[in-house]
């Protein structure tokens, strides 16, 4: 479901994107104006907004990495399995609209798939190497064939209307993505008024111990090896910034993947 799905890019979004200046009329002020009716010239093509945030990887990185993320994360997945556990219980009840931002290979689905024709699923992730992964994932959860769609996408222009989600699922991404900011903005944006957005992230190490002093150390090499994972990033901080209505977030240090600790999950609503 890739070309076929109907490509909204927000106002803000696009102005962001845009590679020349808004134009200003004789006041000086920029109109919002000029920006909607932008749209109709920038770039429409999803392949074009992606590389413009996520640059293209080689077919034999993303390959790898989706190998990667499906064969290596089995430890971590299991450390992290009793916080998944608590969490996706409330996403559960009445949520029919779910999208999850960079799915990578759908570690996720088991905690939350229904086989009944209600539930939804869209996994956007930049990495198309990632669907086939996560297409069995999802089968093997019991996620209908007909209630998952994949699209290739990012999480600074998520690839869904305003207003038309229930919940927005991201573990361990927003250490990932370009634009943390933007990122939430777009998980706002398409989330319906009390919809939840259920975050696990793996974030910075208080200042001045050790950890931190690794983390800043191993950054550079860790975007390298592991497609832009950034390990020093104030990813509670930023959620907490992010303008959510309700908040609960906690932090936990996970012991066995300590460059990736600690973590901080929980649940914001819009
Ligand atoms: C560490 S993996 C986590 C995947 C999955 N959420 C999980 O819990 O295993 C990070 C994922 O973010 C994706 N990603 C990278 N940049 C992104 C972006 N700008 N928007 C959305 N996803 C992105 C990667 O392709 C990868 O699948």
Request: some cysteine; aromatic content about 8%.
């Amino acid at each position: 479901m890739h070309a076929s799905v109907m490509y909204h890019v927000s106002p803000i979004t696009a102005t962001l994107l845009r590679s020349e200046p808004l134009k200003c009329c004789s006041c000086g002020r920029r109109h919002l104006l000029a920006a909607s009716s932008s749209l109709i010239s920038f770039p429409s093509t999803p392949t074009d907004v992606i590389e413009k945030i996520h640059a293209r990887r080689p077919d034999w990185y993303e390959e790898f990495f989706a190998r990667a993320m499906d064969q290596d994360m089995r430890s971590y997945e299991a450390q992290i399995s009793g916080y998944k556990a608590k969490l996706f219980p409330h996403l559960i009840e009445n949520s029919k609209h779910v999208l999850e931002l960079g799915v990578g290979t759908g570690p996720n689905f088991k905690y939350y798939a229904r086989a009944d024709k209600d539930l939804n699923v869209i996994g956007v992730d930049p990495n198309k190497k990632m669907e086939k992964y996560a297409r069995k994932a999802a089968a093997a959860a019991g996620l209908s064939p007909a209630g998952f769609s994949f699209i290739q996408g990012v999480g600074e222009a998520l690839p869904a209307a305003d207003n038309s989600m229930d919940a927005v699922i991201g573990t361990i991404v927003l250490c990932s993505v370009e634009d943390v900011y933007q990122s939430l903005r777009e998980v706002k944006r398409v989330l319906k008024p009390g919809g939840l957005y259920l975050f696990i992230e793996h974030v910075a190490a208080p200042d001045g111990t050790l950890l931190r002093l690794a983390q800043t150390a191993l950054d550079p090499l860790q975007q390298l090896l592991s497609d832009g994972c950034h390990l020093t990033r104030e990813t509670g901080k930023q959620i907490s910034e992010a303008g959510f209505s309700n908040l609960i977030l906690n932090m936990t240090f996970l012991s066995n993947v300590s460059l990736i600790s600690p973590h901080v999950y929980g649940i914001a609503f819009k």
